[in-house]
Protein backbone atom coordinates (compact mmCIF):
# COMPACT_ATOMS: atom_id res chain seq x y z
CA UNK A 1 0.00 0.00 0.00
CA UNK A 2 1.47 3.52 -0.94
CA UNK A 3 1.24 6.06 0.96
CA UNK A 4 2.84 9.82 1.60
CA UNK A 5 4.83 10.46 4.41
CA UNK A 6 5.96 14.29 4.10
CA UNK A 7 4.88 16.94 1.47
CA UNK A 8 7.28 19.54 1.10
CA UNK A 9 5.08 22.95 -0.80
CA UNK A 10 7.82 24.68 -2.97
CA UNK A 11 5.43 27.38 -4.46
CA UNK A 12 1.59 28.55 -3.34
CA UNK A 13 0.25 30.62 -6.05
CA UNK A 14 -2.85 29.89 -8.28
CA UNK A 15 -1.55 26.34 -8.28
CA UNK A 16 0.49 24.42 -5.52
CA UNK A 17 3.85 23.10 -6.39
CA UNK A 18 4.79 20.78 -3.93
CA UNK A 19 7.88 17.25 -2.96
CA UNK A 20 6.17 14.23 -1.71
CA UNK A 21 8.10 11.73 -0.26
CA UNK A 22 6.18 8.29 -0.85
CA UNK A 23 6.70 5.23 0.92
CA UNK A 24 5.58 1.85 -1.17
CA UNK A 25 4.11 -1.61 0.01
CA UNK A 26 8.16 -2.47 0.63
CA UNK A 27 8.83 0.62 2.77
CA UNK A 28 11.07 2.17 0.05
CA UNK A 29 10.89 5.96 0.27
CA UNK A 30 11.10 8.13 -2.77
CA UNK A 31 10.59 11.53 -4.12
CA UNK A 32 7.38 12.96 -6.29
CA UNK A 33 6.83 16.31 -7.90
CA UNK A 34 3.29 17.22 -7.79
CA UNK A 35 1.25 20.45 -9.21
CA UNK A 36 -2.45 20.96 -7.73
CA UNK A 37 -4.81 23.51 -8.60
CA UNK A 38 -7.76 21.86 -7.96
CA UNK A 39 -10.79 20.19 -10.02
CA UNK A 40 -11.87 21.54 -13.43
CA UNK A 41 -14.31 20.88 -16.04
CA UNK A 42 -14.10 20.03 -19.76
CA UNK A 43 -17.14 20.92 -22.18
CA UNK A 44 -17.43 20.59 -25.65
CA UNK A 45 -20.79 22.32 -27.21
CA UNK A 46 -21.92 21.22 -30.32
CA UNK A 47 -25.31 22.58 -32.73
CA UNK A 48 -26.59 18.85 -33.72
CA UNK A 49 -28.88 20.61 -36.37
CA UNK A 50 -26.06 22.54 -37.85
CA UNK A 51 -23.44 19.40 -37.35
CA UNK A 52 -20.92 22.05 -35.82
CA UNK A 53 -19.01 22.60 -32.28
CA UNK A 54 -17.83 25.44 -30.51
CA UNK A 55 -14.28 26.03 -29.37
CA UNK A 56 -11.94 28.59 -28.30
CA UNK A 57 -8.11 29.14 -29.64
CA UNK A 58 -6.27 31.13 -26.72
CA UNK A 59 -2.62 31.21 -26.17
CA UNK A 60 -0.95 28.44 -24.11
CA UNK A 61 2.55 28.85 -21.95
CA UNK A 62 3.64 25.45 -22.06
CA UNK A 63 3.96 24.52 -25.91
CA UNK A 64 5.42 27.91 -26.22
CA UNK A 65 8.09 27.08 -23.07
CA UNK A 66 9.20 24.54 -25.05
CA UNK A 67 9.60 26.11 -28.23
CA UNK A 68 5.70 25.06 -29.88
CA UNK A 69 2.76 27.08 -31.27
CA UNK A 70 1.33 28.82 -28.32
CA UNK A 71 -1.78 29.12 -29.96
CA UNK A 72 -3.87 25.80 -29.04
CA UNK A 73 -8.07 25.48 -30.45
CA UNK A 74 -9.46 23.77 -27.38
CA UNK A 75 -12.85 22.97 -25.92
CA UNK A 76 -13.78 25.33 -23.06
CA UNK A 77 -12.11 24.45 -19.82
CA UNK A 78 -11.20 25.97 -16.65
CA UNK A 79 -11.38 25.33 -12.90
CA UNK A 80 -14.33 24.37 -10.88
CA UNK A 81 -13.19 27.13 -8.33
CA UNK A 82 -15.70 24.90 -5.63
CA UNK A 83 -18.64 25.17 -7.71
CA UNK A 84 -20.43 21.79 -8.56
CA UNK A 85 -18.86 20.82 -12.13
CA UNK A 86 -21.77 21.43 -14.41
CA UNK A 87 -22.66 24.86 -12.88
CA UNK A 88 -18.72 25.39 -13.61
CA UNK A 89 -18.97 24.13 -17.25
CA UNK A 90 -21.91 26.01 -17.87
CA UNK A 91 -20.01 29.22 -16.11
CA UNK A 92 -16.57 28.56 -18.37
CA UNK A 93 -18.47 27.76 -21.88
CA UNK A 94 -20.29 31.19 -21.38
CA UNK A 95 -17.33 33.50 -19.90
CA UNK A 96 -15.38 31.56 -22.90
CA UNK A 97 -17.44 31.47 -26.24
CA UNK A 98 -20.70 33.76 -25.05
CA UNK A 99 -23.26 30.70 -25.37
CA UNK A 100 -25.55 29.94 -22.32
CA UNK A 101 -26.06 26.07 -22.49
CA UNK A 102 -28.67 24.71 -20.36
CA UNK A 103 -28.75 20.18 -20.79
CA UNK A 104 -25.42 18.67 -20.25
CA UNK A 105 -24.77 15.13 -20.54
CA UNK A 106 -21.43 14.12 -18.78
CA UNK A 107 -18.45 12.30 -20.56
CA UNK A 108 -17.37 11.23 -17.01
CA UNK A 109 -14.26 12.26 -14.59
CA UNK A 110 -10.58 11.44 -15.57
CA UNK A 111 -7.09 12.30 -14.19
CA UNK A 112 -5.21 14.89 -16.65
CA UNK A 113 -1.80 13.93 -15.84
CA UNK A 114 -1.96 11.29 -12.50
CA UNK A 115 1.81 11.29 -12.75
CA UNK A 116 2.60 14.19 -11.80
CA UNK A 117 -1.19 16.56 -10.83
CA UNK A 118 -4.37 16.20 -9.04
CA UNK A 119 -6.28 17.66 -12.07
CA UNK A 120 -9.14 15.38 -12.18
CA UNK A 121 -11.50 16.82 -15.27
CA UNK A 122 -15.02 16.33 -15.29
CA UNK A 123 -16.15 16.44 -19.20
CA UNK A 124 -19.37 17.40 -20.64
CA UNK A 125 -21.41 17.53 -23.84
CA UNK A 126 -23.87 19.93 -24.57
CA UNK A 127 -26.30 20.85 -27.56
CA UNK A 128 -26.98 24.51 -27.99
CA UNK A 129 -28.60 26.29 -30.95
CA UNK A 130 -28.10 29.79 -31.95
CA UNK A 131 -30.47 31.37 -29.44
CA UNK A 132 -28.38 30.17 -27.20
CA UNK A 133 -25.42 32.54 -27.91
CA UNK A 134 -26.48 35.62 -25.25
CA UNK A 135 -22.91 37.34 -26.02
CA UNK A 136 -19.61 37.21 -28.11
CA UNK A 137 -17.45 35.38 -24.88
CA UNK A 138 -14.03 35.88 -25.34
CA UNK A 139 -12.87 35.09 -21.69
CA UNK A 140 -12.73 37.40 -18.87
CA UNK A 141 -10.74 40.36 -19.03
CA UNK A 142 -8.87 40.65 -16.01
CA UNK A 143 -7.31 37.03 -16.32
CA UNK A 144 -5.56 38.06 -19.70
CA UNK A 145 -7.32 34.92 -21.56
CA UNK A 146 -7.27 36.40 -25.00
CA UNK A 147 -9.56 34.01 -26.30
CA UNK A 148 -11.00 33.75 -30.17
CA UNK A 149 -14.25 31.70 -30.36
CA UNK A 150 -14.07 29.47 -33.09
CA UNK A 151 -17.52 27.62 -34.54
CA UNK A 152 -16.81 24.79 -37.41
CA UNK A 153 -18.13 21.69 -38.75
CA UNK A 154 -17.59 18.73 -36.52
CA UNK A 155 -16.36 16.78 -39.68
CA UNK A 156 -13.41 19.35 -39.96
CA UNK A 157 -12.96 19.40 -36.58
CA UNK A 158 -12.12 15.73 -36.62
CA UNK A 159 -10.02 15.73 -39.54
CA UNK A 160 -8.12 18.70 -37.44
CA UNK A 161 -7.45 15.47 -35.24
CA UNK A 162 -5.66 13.92 -38.18
CA UNK A 163 -3.73 16.62 -39.34
CA UNK A 164 -2.51 17.57 -36.00
CA UNK A 165 -4.35 21.28 -36.07
CA UNK A 166 -6.38 19.92 -32.78
CA UNK A 167 -3.52 18.67 -30.75
CA UNK A 168 -4.30 19.46 -26.85
CA UNK A 169 -5.82 15.89 -25.33
CA UNK A 170 -8.90 17.04 -23.56
CA UNK A 171 -10.48 18.13 -26.95
CA UNK A 172 -8.93 15.01 -29.05
CA UNK A 173 -11.30 13.33 -26.06
CA UNK A 174 -14.07 15.26 -25.64
CA UNK A 175 -14.49 15.29 -29.62
CA UNK A 176 -14.10 11.50 -30.03
CA UNK A 177 -16.49 11.18 -27.12
CA UNK A 178 -18.99 13.28 -29.32
CA UNK A 179 -18.40 11.32 -32.27
CA UNK A 180 -19.07 7.77 -30.43
CA UNK A 181 -21.96 8.69 -28.75
CA UNK A 182 -23.64 11.15 -32.07
CA UNK A 183 -22.82 9.19 -34.70
CA UNK A 184 -25.34 11.28 -36.46
CA UNK A 185 -23.11 14.45 -36.67
CA UNK A 186 -20.70 12.68 -38.97
Not at 31 to 43: P, S, W
Not at 57 to 78: D, H, I, K, S, T
Request: proline content about 5%; hydrophobic content about 40%; some cysteine.
Amino acid sequence: MYAIDKIRTVHDGWGRFALAMVRNGEGKVFERQVEDHGEAVCVLPYDPARKCVTLVRQPRVGPLYVGEEAMLLEAPAGLTDGEAPDAAGRREVEEETGLRLHEMESVGAHWSMPGCATERMHVFLAAYGPADRVSNGGGVAHEHEEIEVVELPFVEALAMIRDGRICDMKTVMVLQSLALGHLELD
